[in-house]
């Protein structure tokens, strides 16, 4: 079979599922089961269709002929080849849980939910293969939209419109930055084809540095232009959170790998620190956020701003060292950014669907009024650990393998930034990283211990239940996924060097995933590296089997079963640890950072000998909204009403607003 029929059958699958799903709007189930059904079937497609061009080599054909704007091509190098693999993975699987999962919206606009759903995976799938200016951005708006509309798909909740208005005004001021990146890049011939674009010189190159750094980096939800992300997420059904937290966001870092891998090209030093700047900033930001959050879904929703911040060291590592003329640890860093890449696109998918079954079960995604899950939902509880550990960066699971290849990067920074300056600077990042993982990994135990461990806090999370197979079956898919891409690494890094030699020479194919199967290594420059996955699995396989022989050979017979002991009062809920007591000592410690403000509140009884009631609230103070976003929305409110006054609805004034304006222009023109 030939590439362009298999594209021509994704697209196909994609576009009869938004077309049957409008059409039996009026028949839930029937959509519900069609329009999911076919995006499964489409996202296999995209899969194989990545698989196509790593076996047969990069594609590439015409879908159209001579437009306004040219012809427009779709152009699968492994680059492209690699994201449609990310997306087509991620979509099946979010595909399958929300045939199960969308029951619950029936009635509710599920036949329009479902069609944008299909049509957002499609316009997805166009962003990462078109090879032509126009297109892409066609598709990135497609994109936008429908994300746009499935963010305020429950429009009857203020939040969710909220969420919505500033995901439309953030994504869009991206967006005028992405096509002011393009402008600077379109040759004097006016051809939009990706082949004919070349980088400028001078300030115009590095203006469009910036405009690509900013305009995907909002997508992407880096800080400061993270806003939107914790507030969609959770608006969003939640197997369309998987889609845009696990994969849609990282469109946006396809974009800024074309742009500085193909389109730009080799920059100056700064760039790469430029982006290591941000990258470490985004990590640390993110997680401390996200250790304070309540909500899971926005808890996990600042989760990928860390993990994106985790990608973006990698690839400013990678920037970094490209201007130093060392292709090989380059190759390193683009690998390991690459890889993390696709192992936050399982893990967060995997976490979101999770959580979307405990929000099913229990109505509530305040983990303080959940616990005690893992009794009635032992499967997603299993399955959501697995994604937690992966997440942590705990070996043998899949971001451990990542987050070591990143920590391999930096360590060889000194490399590329010569002097005490490199090596402050790698230290710092190395550092930063670190306290990343310790945060992340405080984080994900605070959030399965107050989901899943302990006793129940409210009635909801008494009566839950399991969720569906077709909701656990995916689960359980990438869950594991998350353990085969941390225990046998090697073969996806073979495929990463393919996908960044190209664009960095020969020298990463001969110096990355040298080792064998069971174990991974690099070469480059004086820098080697090695490490079995595979050895690290089969020492704590063998330690588990230990410590079981060891309980069945001398352990007790038997077990006591009890309340806990405390002082003569038979324990309840109300007196387990909570989220807000976990994070605490956190807080304290970044308190600079965080800016808590405490809240009690002390209801006493009139009789001095009862008990008080007190309840506790703790504040974060996000200092870029306070600092920056409430005080430009308030000045832009200011100026449009101030604006406002001059909409008298007087003709007369109107044209007298037009001759002043002609006149000023007049004496501007001539000098005076």
């Given at each position: ?8 059958a994704m697209a196909t699958a994609f576009v009869a599922a938004t077309a ?278 926005r808890l996990l929703a600042y989760s990928s701003v860390e993990n994106i ?66 009794r009635f939902m032992p499967y997603t509880a299993a399955f959501f650990l ?287």
């Amino acid at each position: 079979m030939e590439f362009v029929y298999l594209y021509a059958a994704m697209a196909t699958a994609f576009v009869a599922a938004t077309a049957g799903a409008l059409s039996l709007r009026a028949r839930p189930e029937a959509a519900n089961r069609l329009a999911h059904g076919l995006s499964a079937l489409g996202s296999l497609l995209a899969l194989a269709g990545a698989a196509f061009v790593f076996s047969a080599g990069p594609q590439e054909f015409t879908l159209t002929g001579d437009t306004l704007f040219g012809p427009v091509a779709v152009r699968v190098d492994y680059l492209s080849a690699f994201f449609l693999a990310v997306i087509g993975a991620v979509g099946a699987a979010a595909s399958v849980y929300a045939i199960a999962y969308s029951r619950e919206y029936y009635g509710r606009r599920l036949g329009a939910m479902a069609a944008l759903y299909a049509a957002f995976l499609l316009s997805m799938l166009a962003v990462v293969t078109v090879s032509h200016v126009v297109a892409f951005i066609v598709a990135w708006e497609l994109m936008t939209v429908t994300s746009f509309l499935l963010v305020a798909h429950e429009r009857e909740k203020a939040a969710s419109r909220r969420a919505a208005y500033v995901y439309f005004v953030m994504t869009h001021i991206g967006t005028a930055f992405i096509m002011a990146a393009f402008l600077l890049l379109v040759p004097p011939t006016g051809s939009m084809a990706f082949a004919d674009l070349s980088a400028p010189t001078g300030w115009l190159r590095d203006a469009a540095f910036l405009c690509a750094l900013v305009g995907f980096g909002t997508k992407a939800g880096i800080i400061p232009l993270h806003v939107w992300l914790p507030e969609a997420h959770p608006a969003a059904p939640t197997h369309v959170s998987a889609v845009m937290s696990g994969v849609m966001i990282k469109t946006a870092i396809y974009g800024l790998a074309r742009f500085y891998l193909e389109f730009l090209g080799t920059g100056p030093l700064w760039w790469g620190a430029a982006v290591l700047a941000v990258a470490a900033l985004s990590s640390v930001l993110g997680v401390l956020y996200a250790l304070m959050q309540h909500d899971v879904k926005r808890l996990l929703a600042y989760s990928s701003v860390e993990n994106i911040g985790i990608i973006l060291l990698g690839m400013g590592g990678g920037m970094a060292f490209t201007s130093a003329g060392l292709p090989g640890l380059a190759g390193l860093a683009w690998a390991a950014a690459l890889f993390h890449v696709l192992n936050h696109a399982v893990f967060k998918s995997l976490l979101f669907m999770g959580a979307g079954a405990v929000l099913q079960a229990t109505h509530t995604r305040d983990i303080e009024h959940l616990g005690g899950l893992i009794r009635f939902m032992p499967y997603t509880a299993a399955f959501f650990l697995a994604g937690a550990v992966a997440i942590s960066g705990l070996p043998p699971l899949n971001g451990f393998v990542s987050e070591w290849l990143t920590f391999q990067a930096l360590f060889a920074l000194p490399a590329a930034l010569a002097g005490l300056t490199g090596k402050l600077t790698a230290a710092v990042l190395v550092s930063l990283l670190g306290l990343t993982g310790a945060l992340a990994a405080a984080c994900f135990v605070k959030v399965f211990a107050m989901i899943f461990l302990a006793k129940p806090r409210s009635a909801h999370a008494a009566e839950a239940q399991e969720a569906s197979g077709l909701m656990l079956a995916p689960m359980g898919f990438l869950a594991a996924a998350c353990l085969a891409l941390g225990v046998l690494p090697v073969p996806l890094l073979g495929l990463l060097t393919r996908t960044v030699a190209p664009f960095l020479g020969e020298a990463p194919a001969t110096t990355l995933a040298t080792g064998d199967w069971y174990a991974m290594g690099f070469k480059a420059a004086a820098t080697t590296g090695t490490m079995s996955p595979a050895a690290l699995a089969g020492l704590l396989l063998a330690g588990a089997a230990a410590a079981f022989a060891g309980y069945r050979l001398y352990g007790r017979a038997g077990r006591t079963a009890g309340e806990t002991w405390t002082c003569g009062i038979v324990p309840t809920a109300r007196m387990e640890y909570t989220a807000t007591g976990f994070a605490e000592p956190i807080r304290r410690a970044f308190r600079a950072v965080l800016l808590p403000k405490p809240d009690v509140v002390v209801e006493r009884d009139p009789h001095r000998y009862f008990g008080r009631r007190m309840v506790f609230h703790v504040k974060i103070t996000y200092v870029l909204s306070e600092l920056v976003y409430r005080p430009v929305n308030r000045g832009a409110v200011a100026l449009a009403r101030y604006m406002k006054r001059l909409q008298t609805g007087s003709v007369q004034l109107y044209v007298g607003y037009i001759m002043a304006v002609t006149i000023v222009v007049l004496v501007w023109s001539i000098r005076w």
